[in-house]
């Protein structure tokens, strides 16, 4: 981490922490306004097209039988990550912080902390939106899983490696753990745009033809449903580089979704949303057209069952999918009655993705926004 | 893949074709013989220490009602990887393999395939065993988890890439999908030993803290369950370099699990587990005795429940936790009645487990085998 990115987390901390002595100085009821984190104060922004966190924000206080113990637990959290970034220690995990800052308080037999998902990791929720920065940027770290090549050339702040992503073998570049601008700082980039694909197997099909090679493109997969890390490096790549992002998924509901978690995020993490969203994004496929269009087998269709059907309807009732070219898709795929994954087009040829279906969708623009 | 190893899994597949013609020409029932993969025919063999698969063989015939369909299978699935292979296309995966070849029969409403798991892969199985090659030899590639640092320097001979994981930044190097000796060339590694750690977050730490330079050993992690080619890449380390190999997992039956994969493989994946073996290998902890001896607090403790209770029980049964120490340890956990995870050291201090927890355990070899 850079020096002033952890002077900046402190200070901001810091702020905190000295807003709250000062009402305990003036005998006030000591007290916190946290911007509320519930469903109802997320909403989509038609503008920007992204998932937004409103303006709505709670008081908690600590003299308030209900609220005392997550005040508690929020002031824990805080300190905790502030005395770390002092220090200067390594980044560590949510589920290595809940350990450090468990444990019992005085003589009684209440714990500070007895679980990590409804306790601490509300608590570092809390902290980040109070003072509007990624747990990434407080020191904390979550298991990456994607891969990325291509032509990117960046600098690893923590380590000093320079790492090429097109010098990196068939395994790709592994996305790191943390890729806000204090840990990677791109320095070379020419490729033309950004190829994300849902699936490791498509993704080592395409790296080993040389896809990002031949199309001058950066090619990444976060391997089905995308890592924080994975998702902040894809917003950071098409906002800094002002390149297209096109995503390839299979024919199905989940393939829809997880190419709107690129594009627009989630909202029931708004917050982290409004950070790694790509609102530029395009869905370039499979699409339900593309079945008939690109002559795939009727033996590698699958036909879409209970649960397909429901997700399909929970989908088209997001907002991020009430254009009018969605709603034509998903009653398209409702009415076909299949499915079909994208590995189903290397039934056509093991080269039809990359020589094919690729360059032609995206050379005529046959994508869904 | 290198033009040798292409032609010897060509000959070997011809061969398997050429004795098959041989009997259909002589007016023979075409049969093949197949080693067995069922769980009778898999056995931990005490000496070697590890899993293997024994020698019964099914003869599996085309002229028979129950056997027809399934010999169809397995000569598609051969044929079909012999002509990949001349065609020298790039590896695809089972899924991909499993798309290539359904098809529908003649006039008939008779599929080829119609289920990947329960058809398609126990015949690409069938040919592994058969002309003893691993799939990834046959060019069929699964998905890769891990990621590795330390001084280790690779070649890919599919893109010509030096991998030095001294340089792979905080990410480390990602594992690729394929790790056999005709894709990954080991060119230089002047390791002591390799850690396997069994989750990233600690991984993270250690990486962070720069634990393979100050002990000169190679960091790896499979994140979890590992992946075919973090086991791969393990076993193929471990007998090159010859050069302990020491795991550090949670103290739960899980961690003892995992640790036991990587150890002796598992025994409803014999053949590959013969071949991703590292016997060799010593847990290093969390062991139940660990926890007085670290004085880890009590409040991080996690109380043992059914499903723990029932896990070790099973263990216990395994041959290859038989030994005297391994029984000692599984019965210390079940009267002790709680697991710990390797995350709560961090409680004790951030550098706990690279400066203090780990150098200890190794110096005194204080680990169980």
């Known amino acids: 981490m850079t020096n002033s990115k952890r002077q900046e987390i402190i200070e901001k901390l810091e702020k905190l922490g000295k807003d ?40 908690r206080t600590f003299f308030n039988v209900g609220q005392a113990k997550k005040f508690m637990q929020t002031i824990l959290v805080g300190a905790q990550i ?8 390594p980044a560590i995990s949510t589920r290595q912080l809940y350990y450090i800052l468990k444990h019992t308080i005085g003589d009684s037999k209440e714990n500070t902390f007895d679980d990590q998902s409804t306790e601490s990791d509300p608590a570092i929720e809390d902290i980040e939106v109070s003072i ?31 790492i090429d992503c097109t010098k990196m073998g068939s395994a790709g570049a592994a996305i790191p753990p943390n890729v806000e601008d204090h840990v990677i700082k791109f320095k070379e980039c020419t490729a033309d745009y950004i190829l994300v694909v ?67 995020g989630s909202i029931n993490l708004a917050f982290f949303s409004e950070k790694s969203a790509c ?19 009727k033996t590698n269709w699958i036909k879409l069952e209970g649960h ?20 034509k898709e998903l009653k398209e795929m409702k009415d076909f009655g299949y499915k079909v994954e994208a590995d189903a087009l290397v039934s056509k040829s093991v080269e039809f993705v990359a020589d094919t279906y690729l360059p032609e969708v995206i050379k005529n623009k046959d994508w869904l926004d």
């Open 20 to 59: 709250l002595k000062k009402k305990i100085d003036n005998l006030e009821n000591p007290s916190l306004k946290i911007p509320l984190r519930t469903l109802s104060n997320a909403y989509f922004d038609e503008n920007d097209r992204l998932i937004k966190l409103g303006d709505k924000k709670q008081t």
């Open 198 to 264: 849902e699936k490791f197997a498509i993704w080592n099909l395409l790296n080993q033809a040389r896809y990002w090679k031949k199309n001058n493109c950066i090619l990444m997969t976060g391997k089905g449903q995308a890592a924080r890390s994975d998702r902040r490096l894809l917003a950071r790549l098409s906002r800094e580089l002002k390149i297209p992002v096109y995503v390839f998924c299979d024919n199905d509901a989940y393939g829809y979704y997880i190419y709107s978690v690129y594009k627009q």
């Open 279 to 297: 609102p530029n994004a395009k869905f370039i496929g499979l699409k339900t057209r593309d079945i008939k269009k690109y002559d795939i087998a």
């Open 82 to 89: 502030k005395k770390l970034l002092e220090q200067k220690k």
């Open 132 to 162: 509007n920065a990624l747990r990434e940027e407080l020191g904390l770290e979550a298991t990456p899983s994607g891969v990325i090549s291509g032509p990117l050339i960046y600098q690893d702040i923590k380590t000093g490696d320079v």
């Open 308 to 327: 397909d059907l429901r997700r399909l309807k929970e989908i088209s009732k997001y907002e991020w999918f009430k254009s009018k070219e969605w709603q």
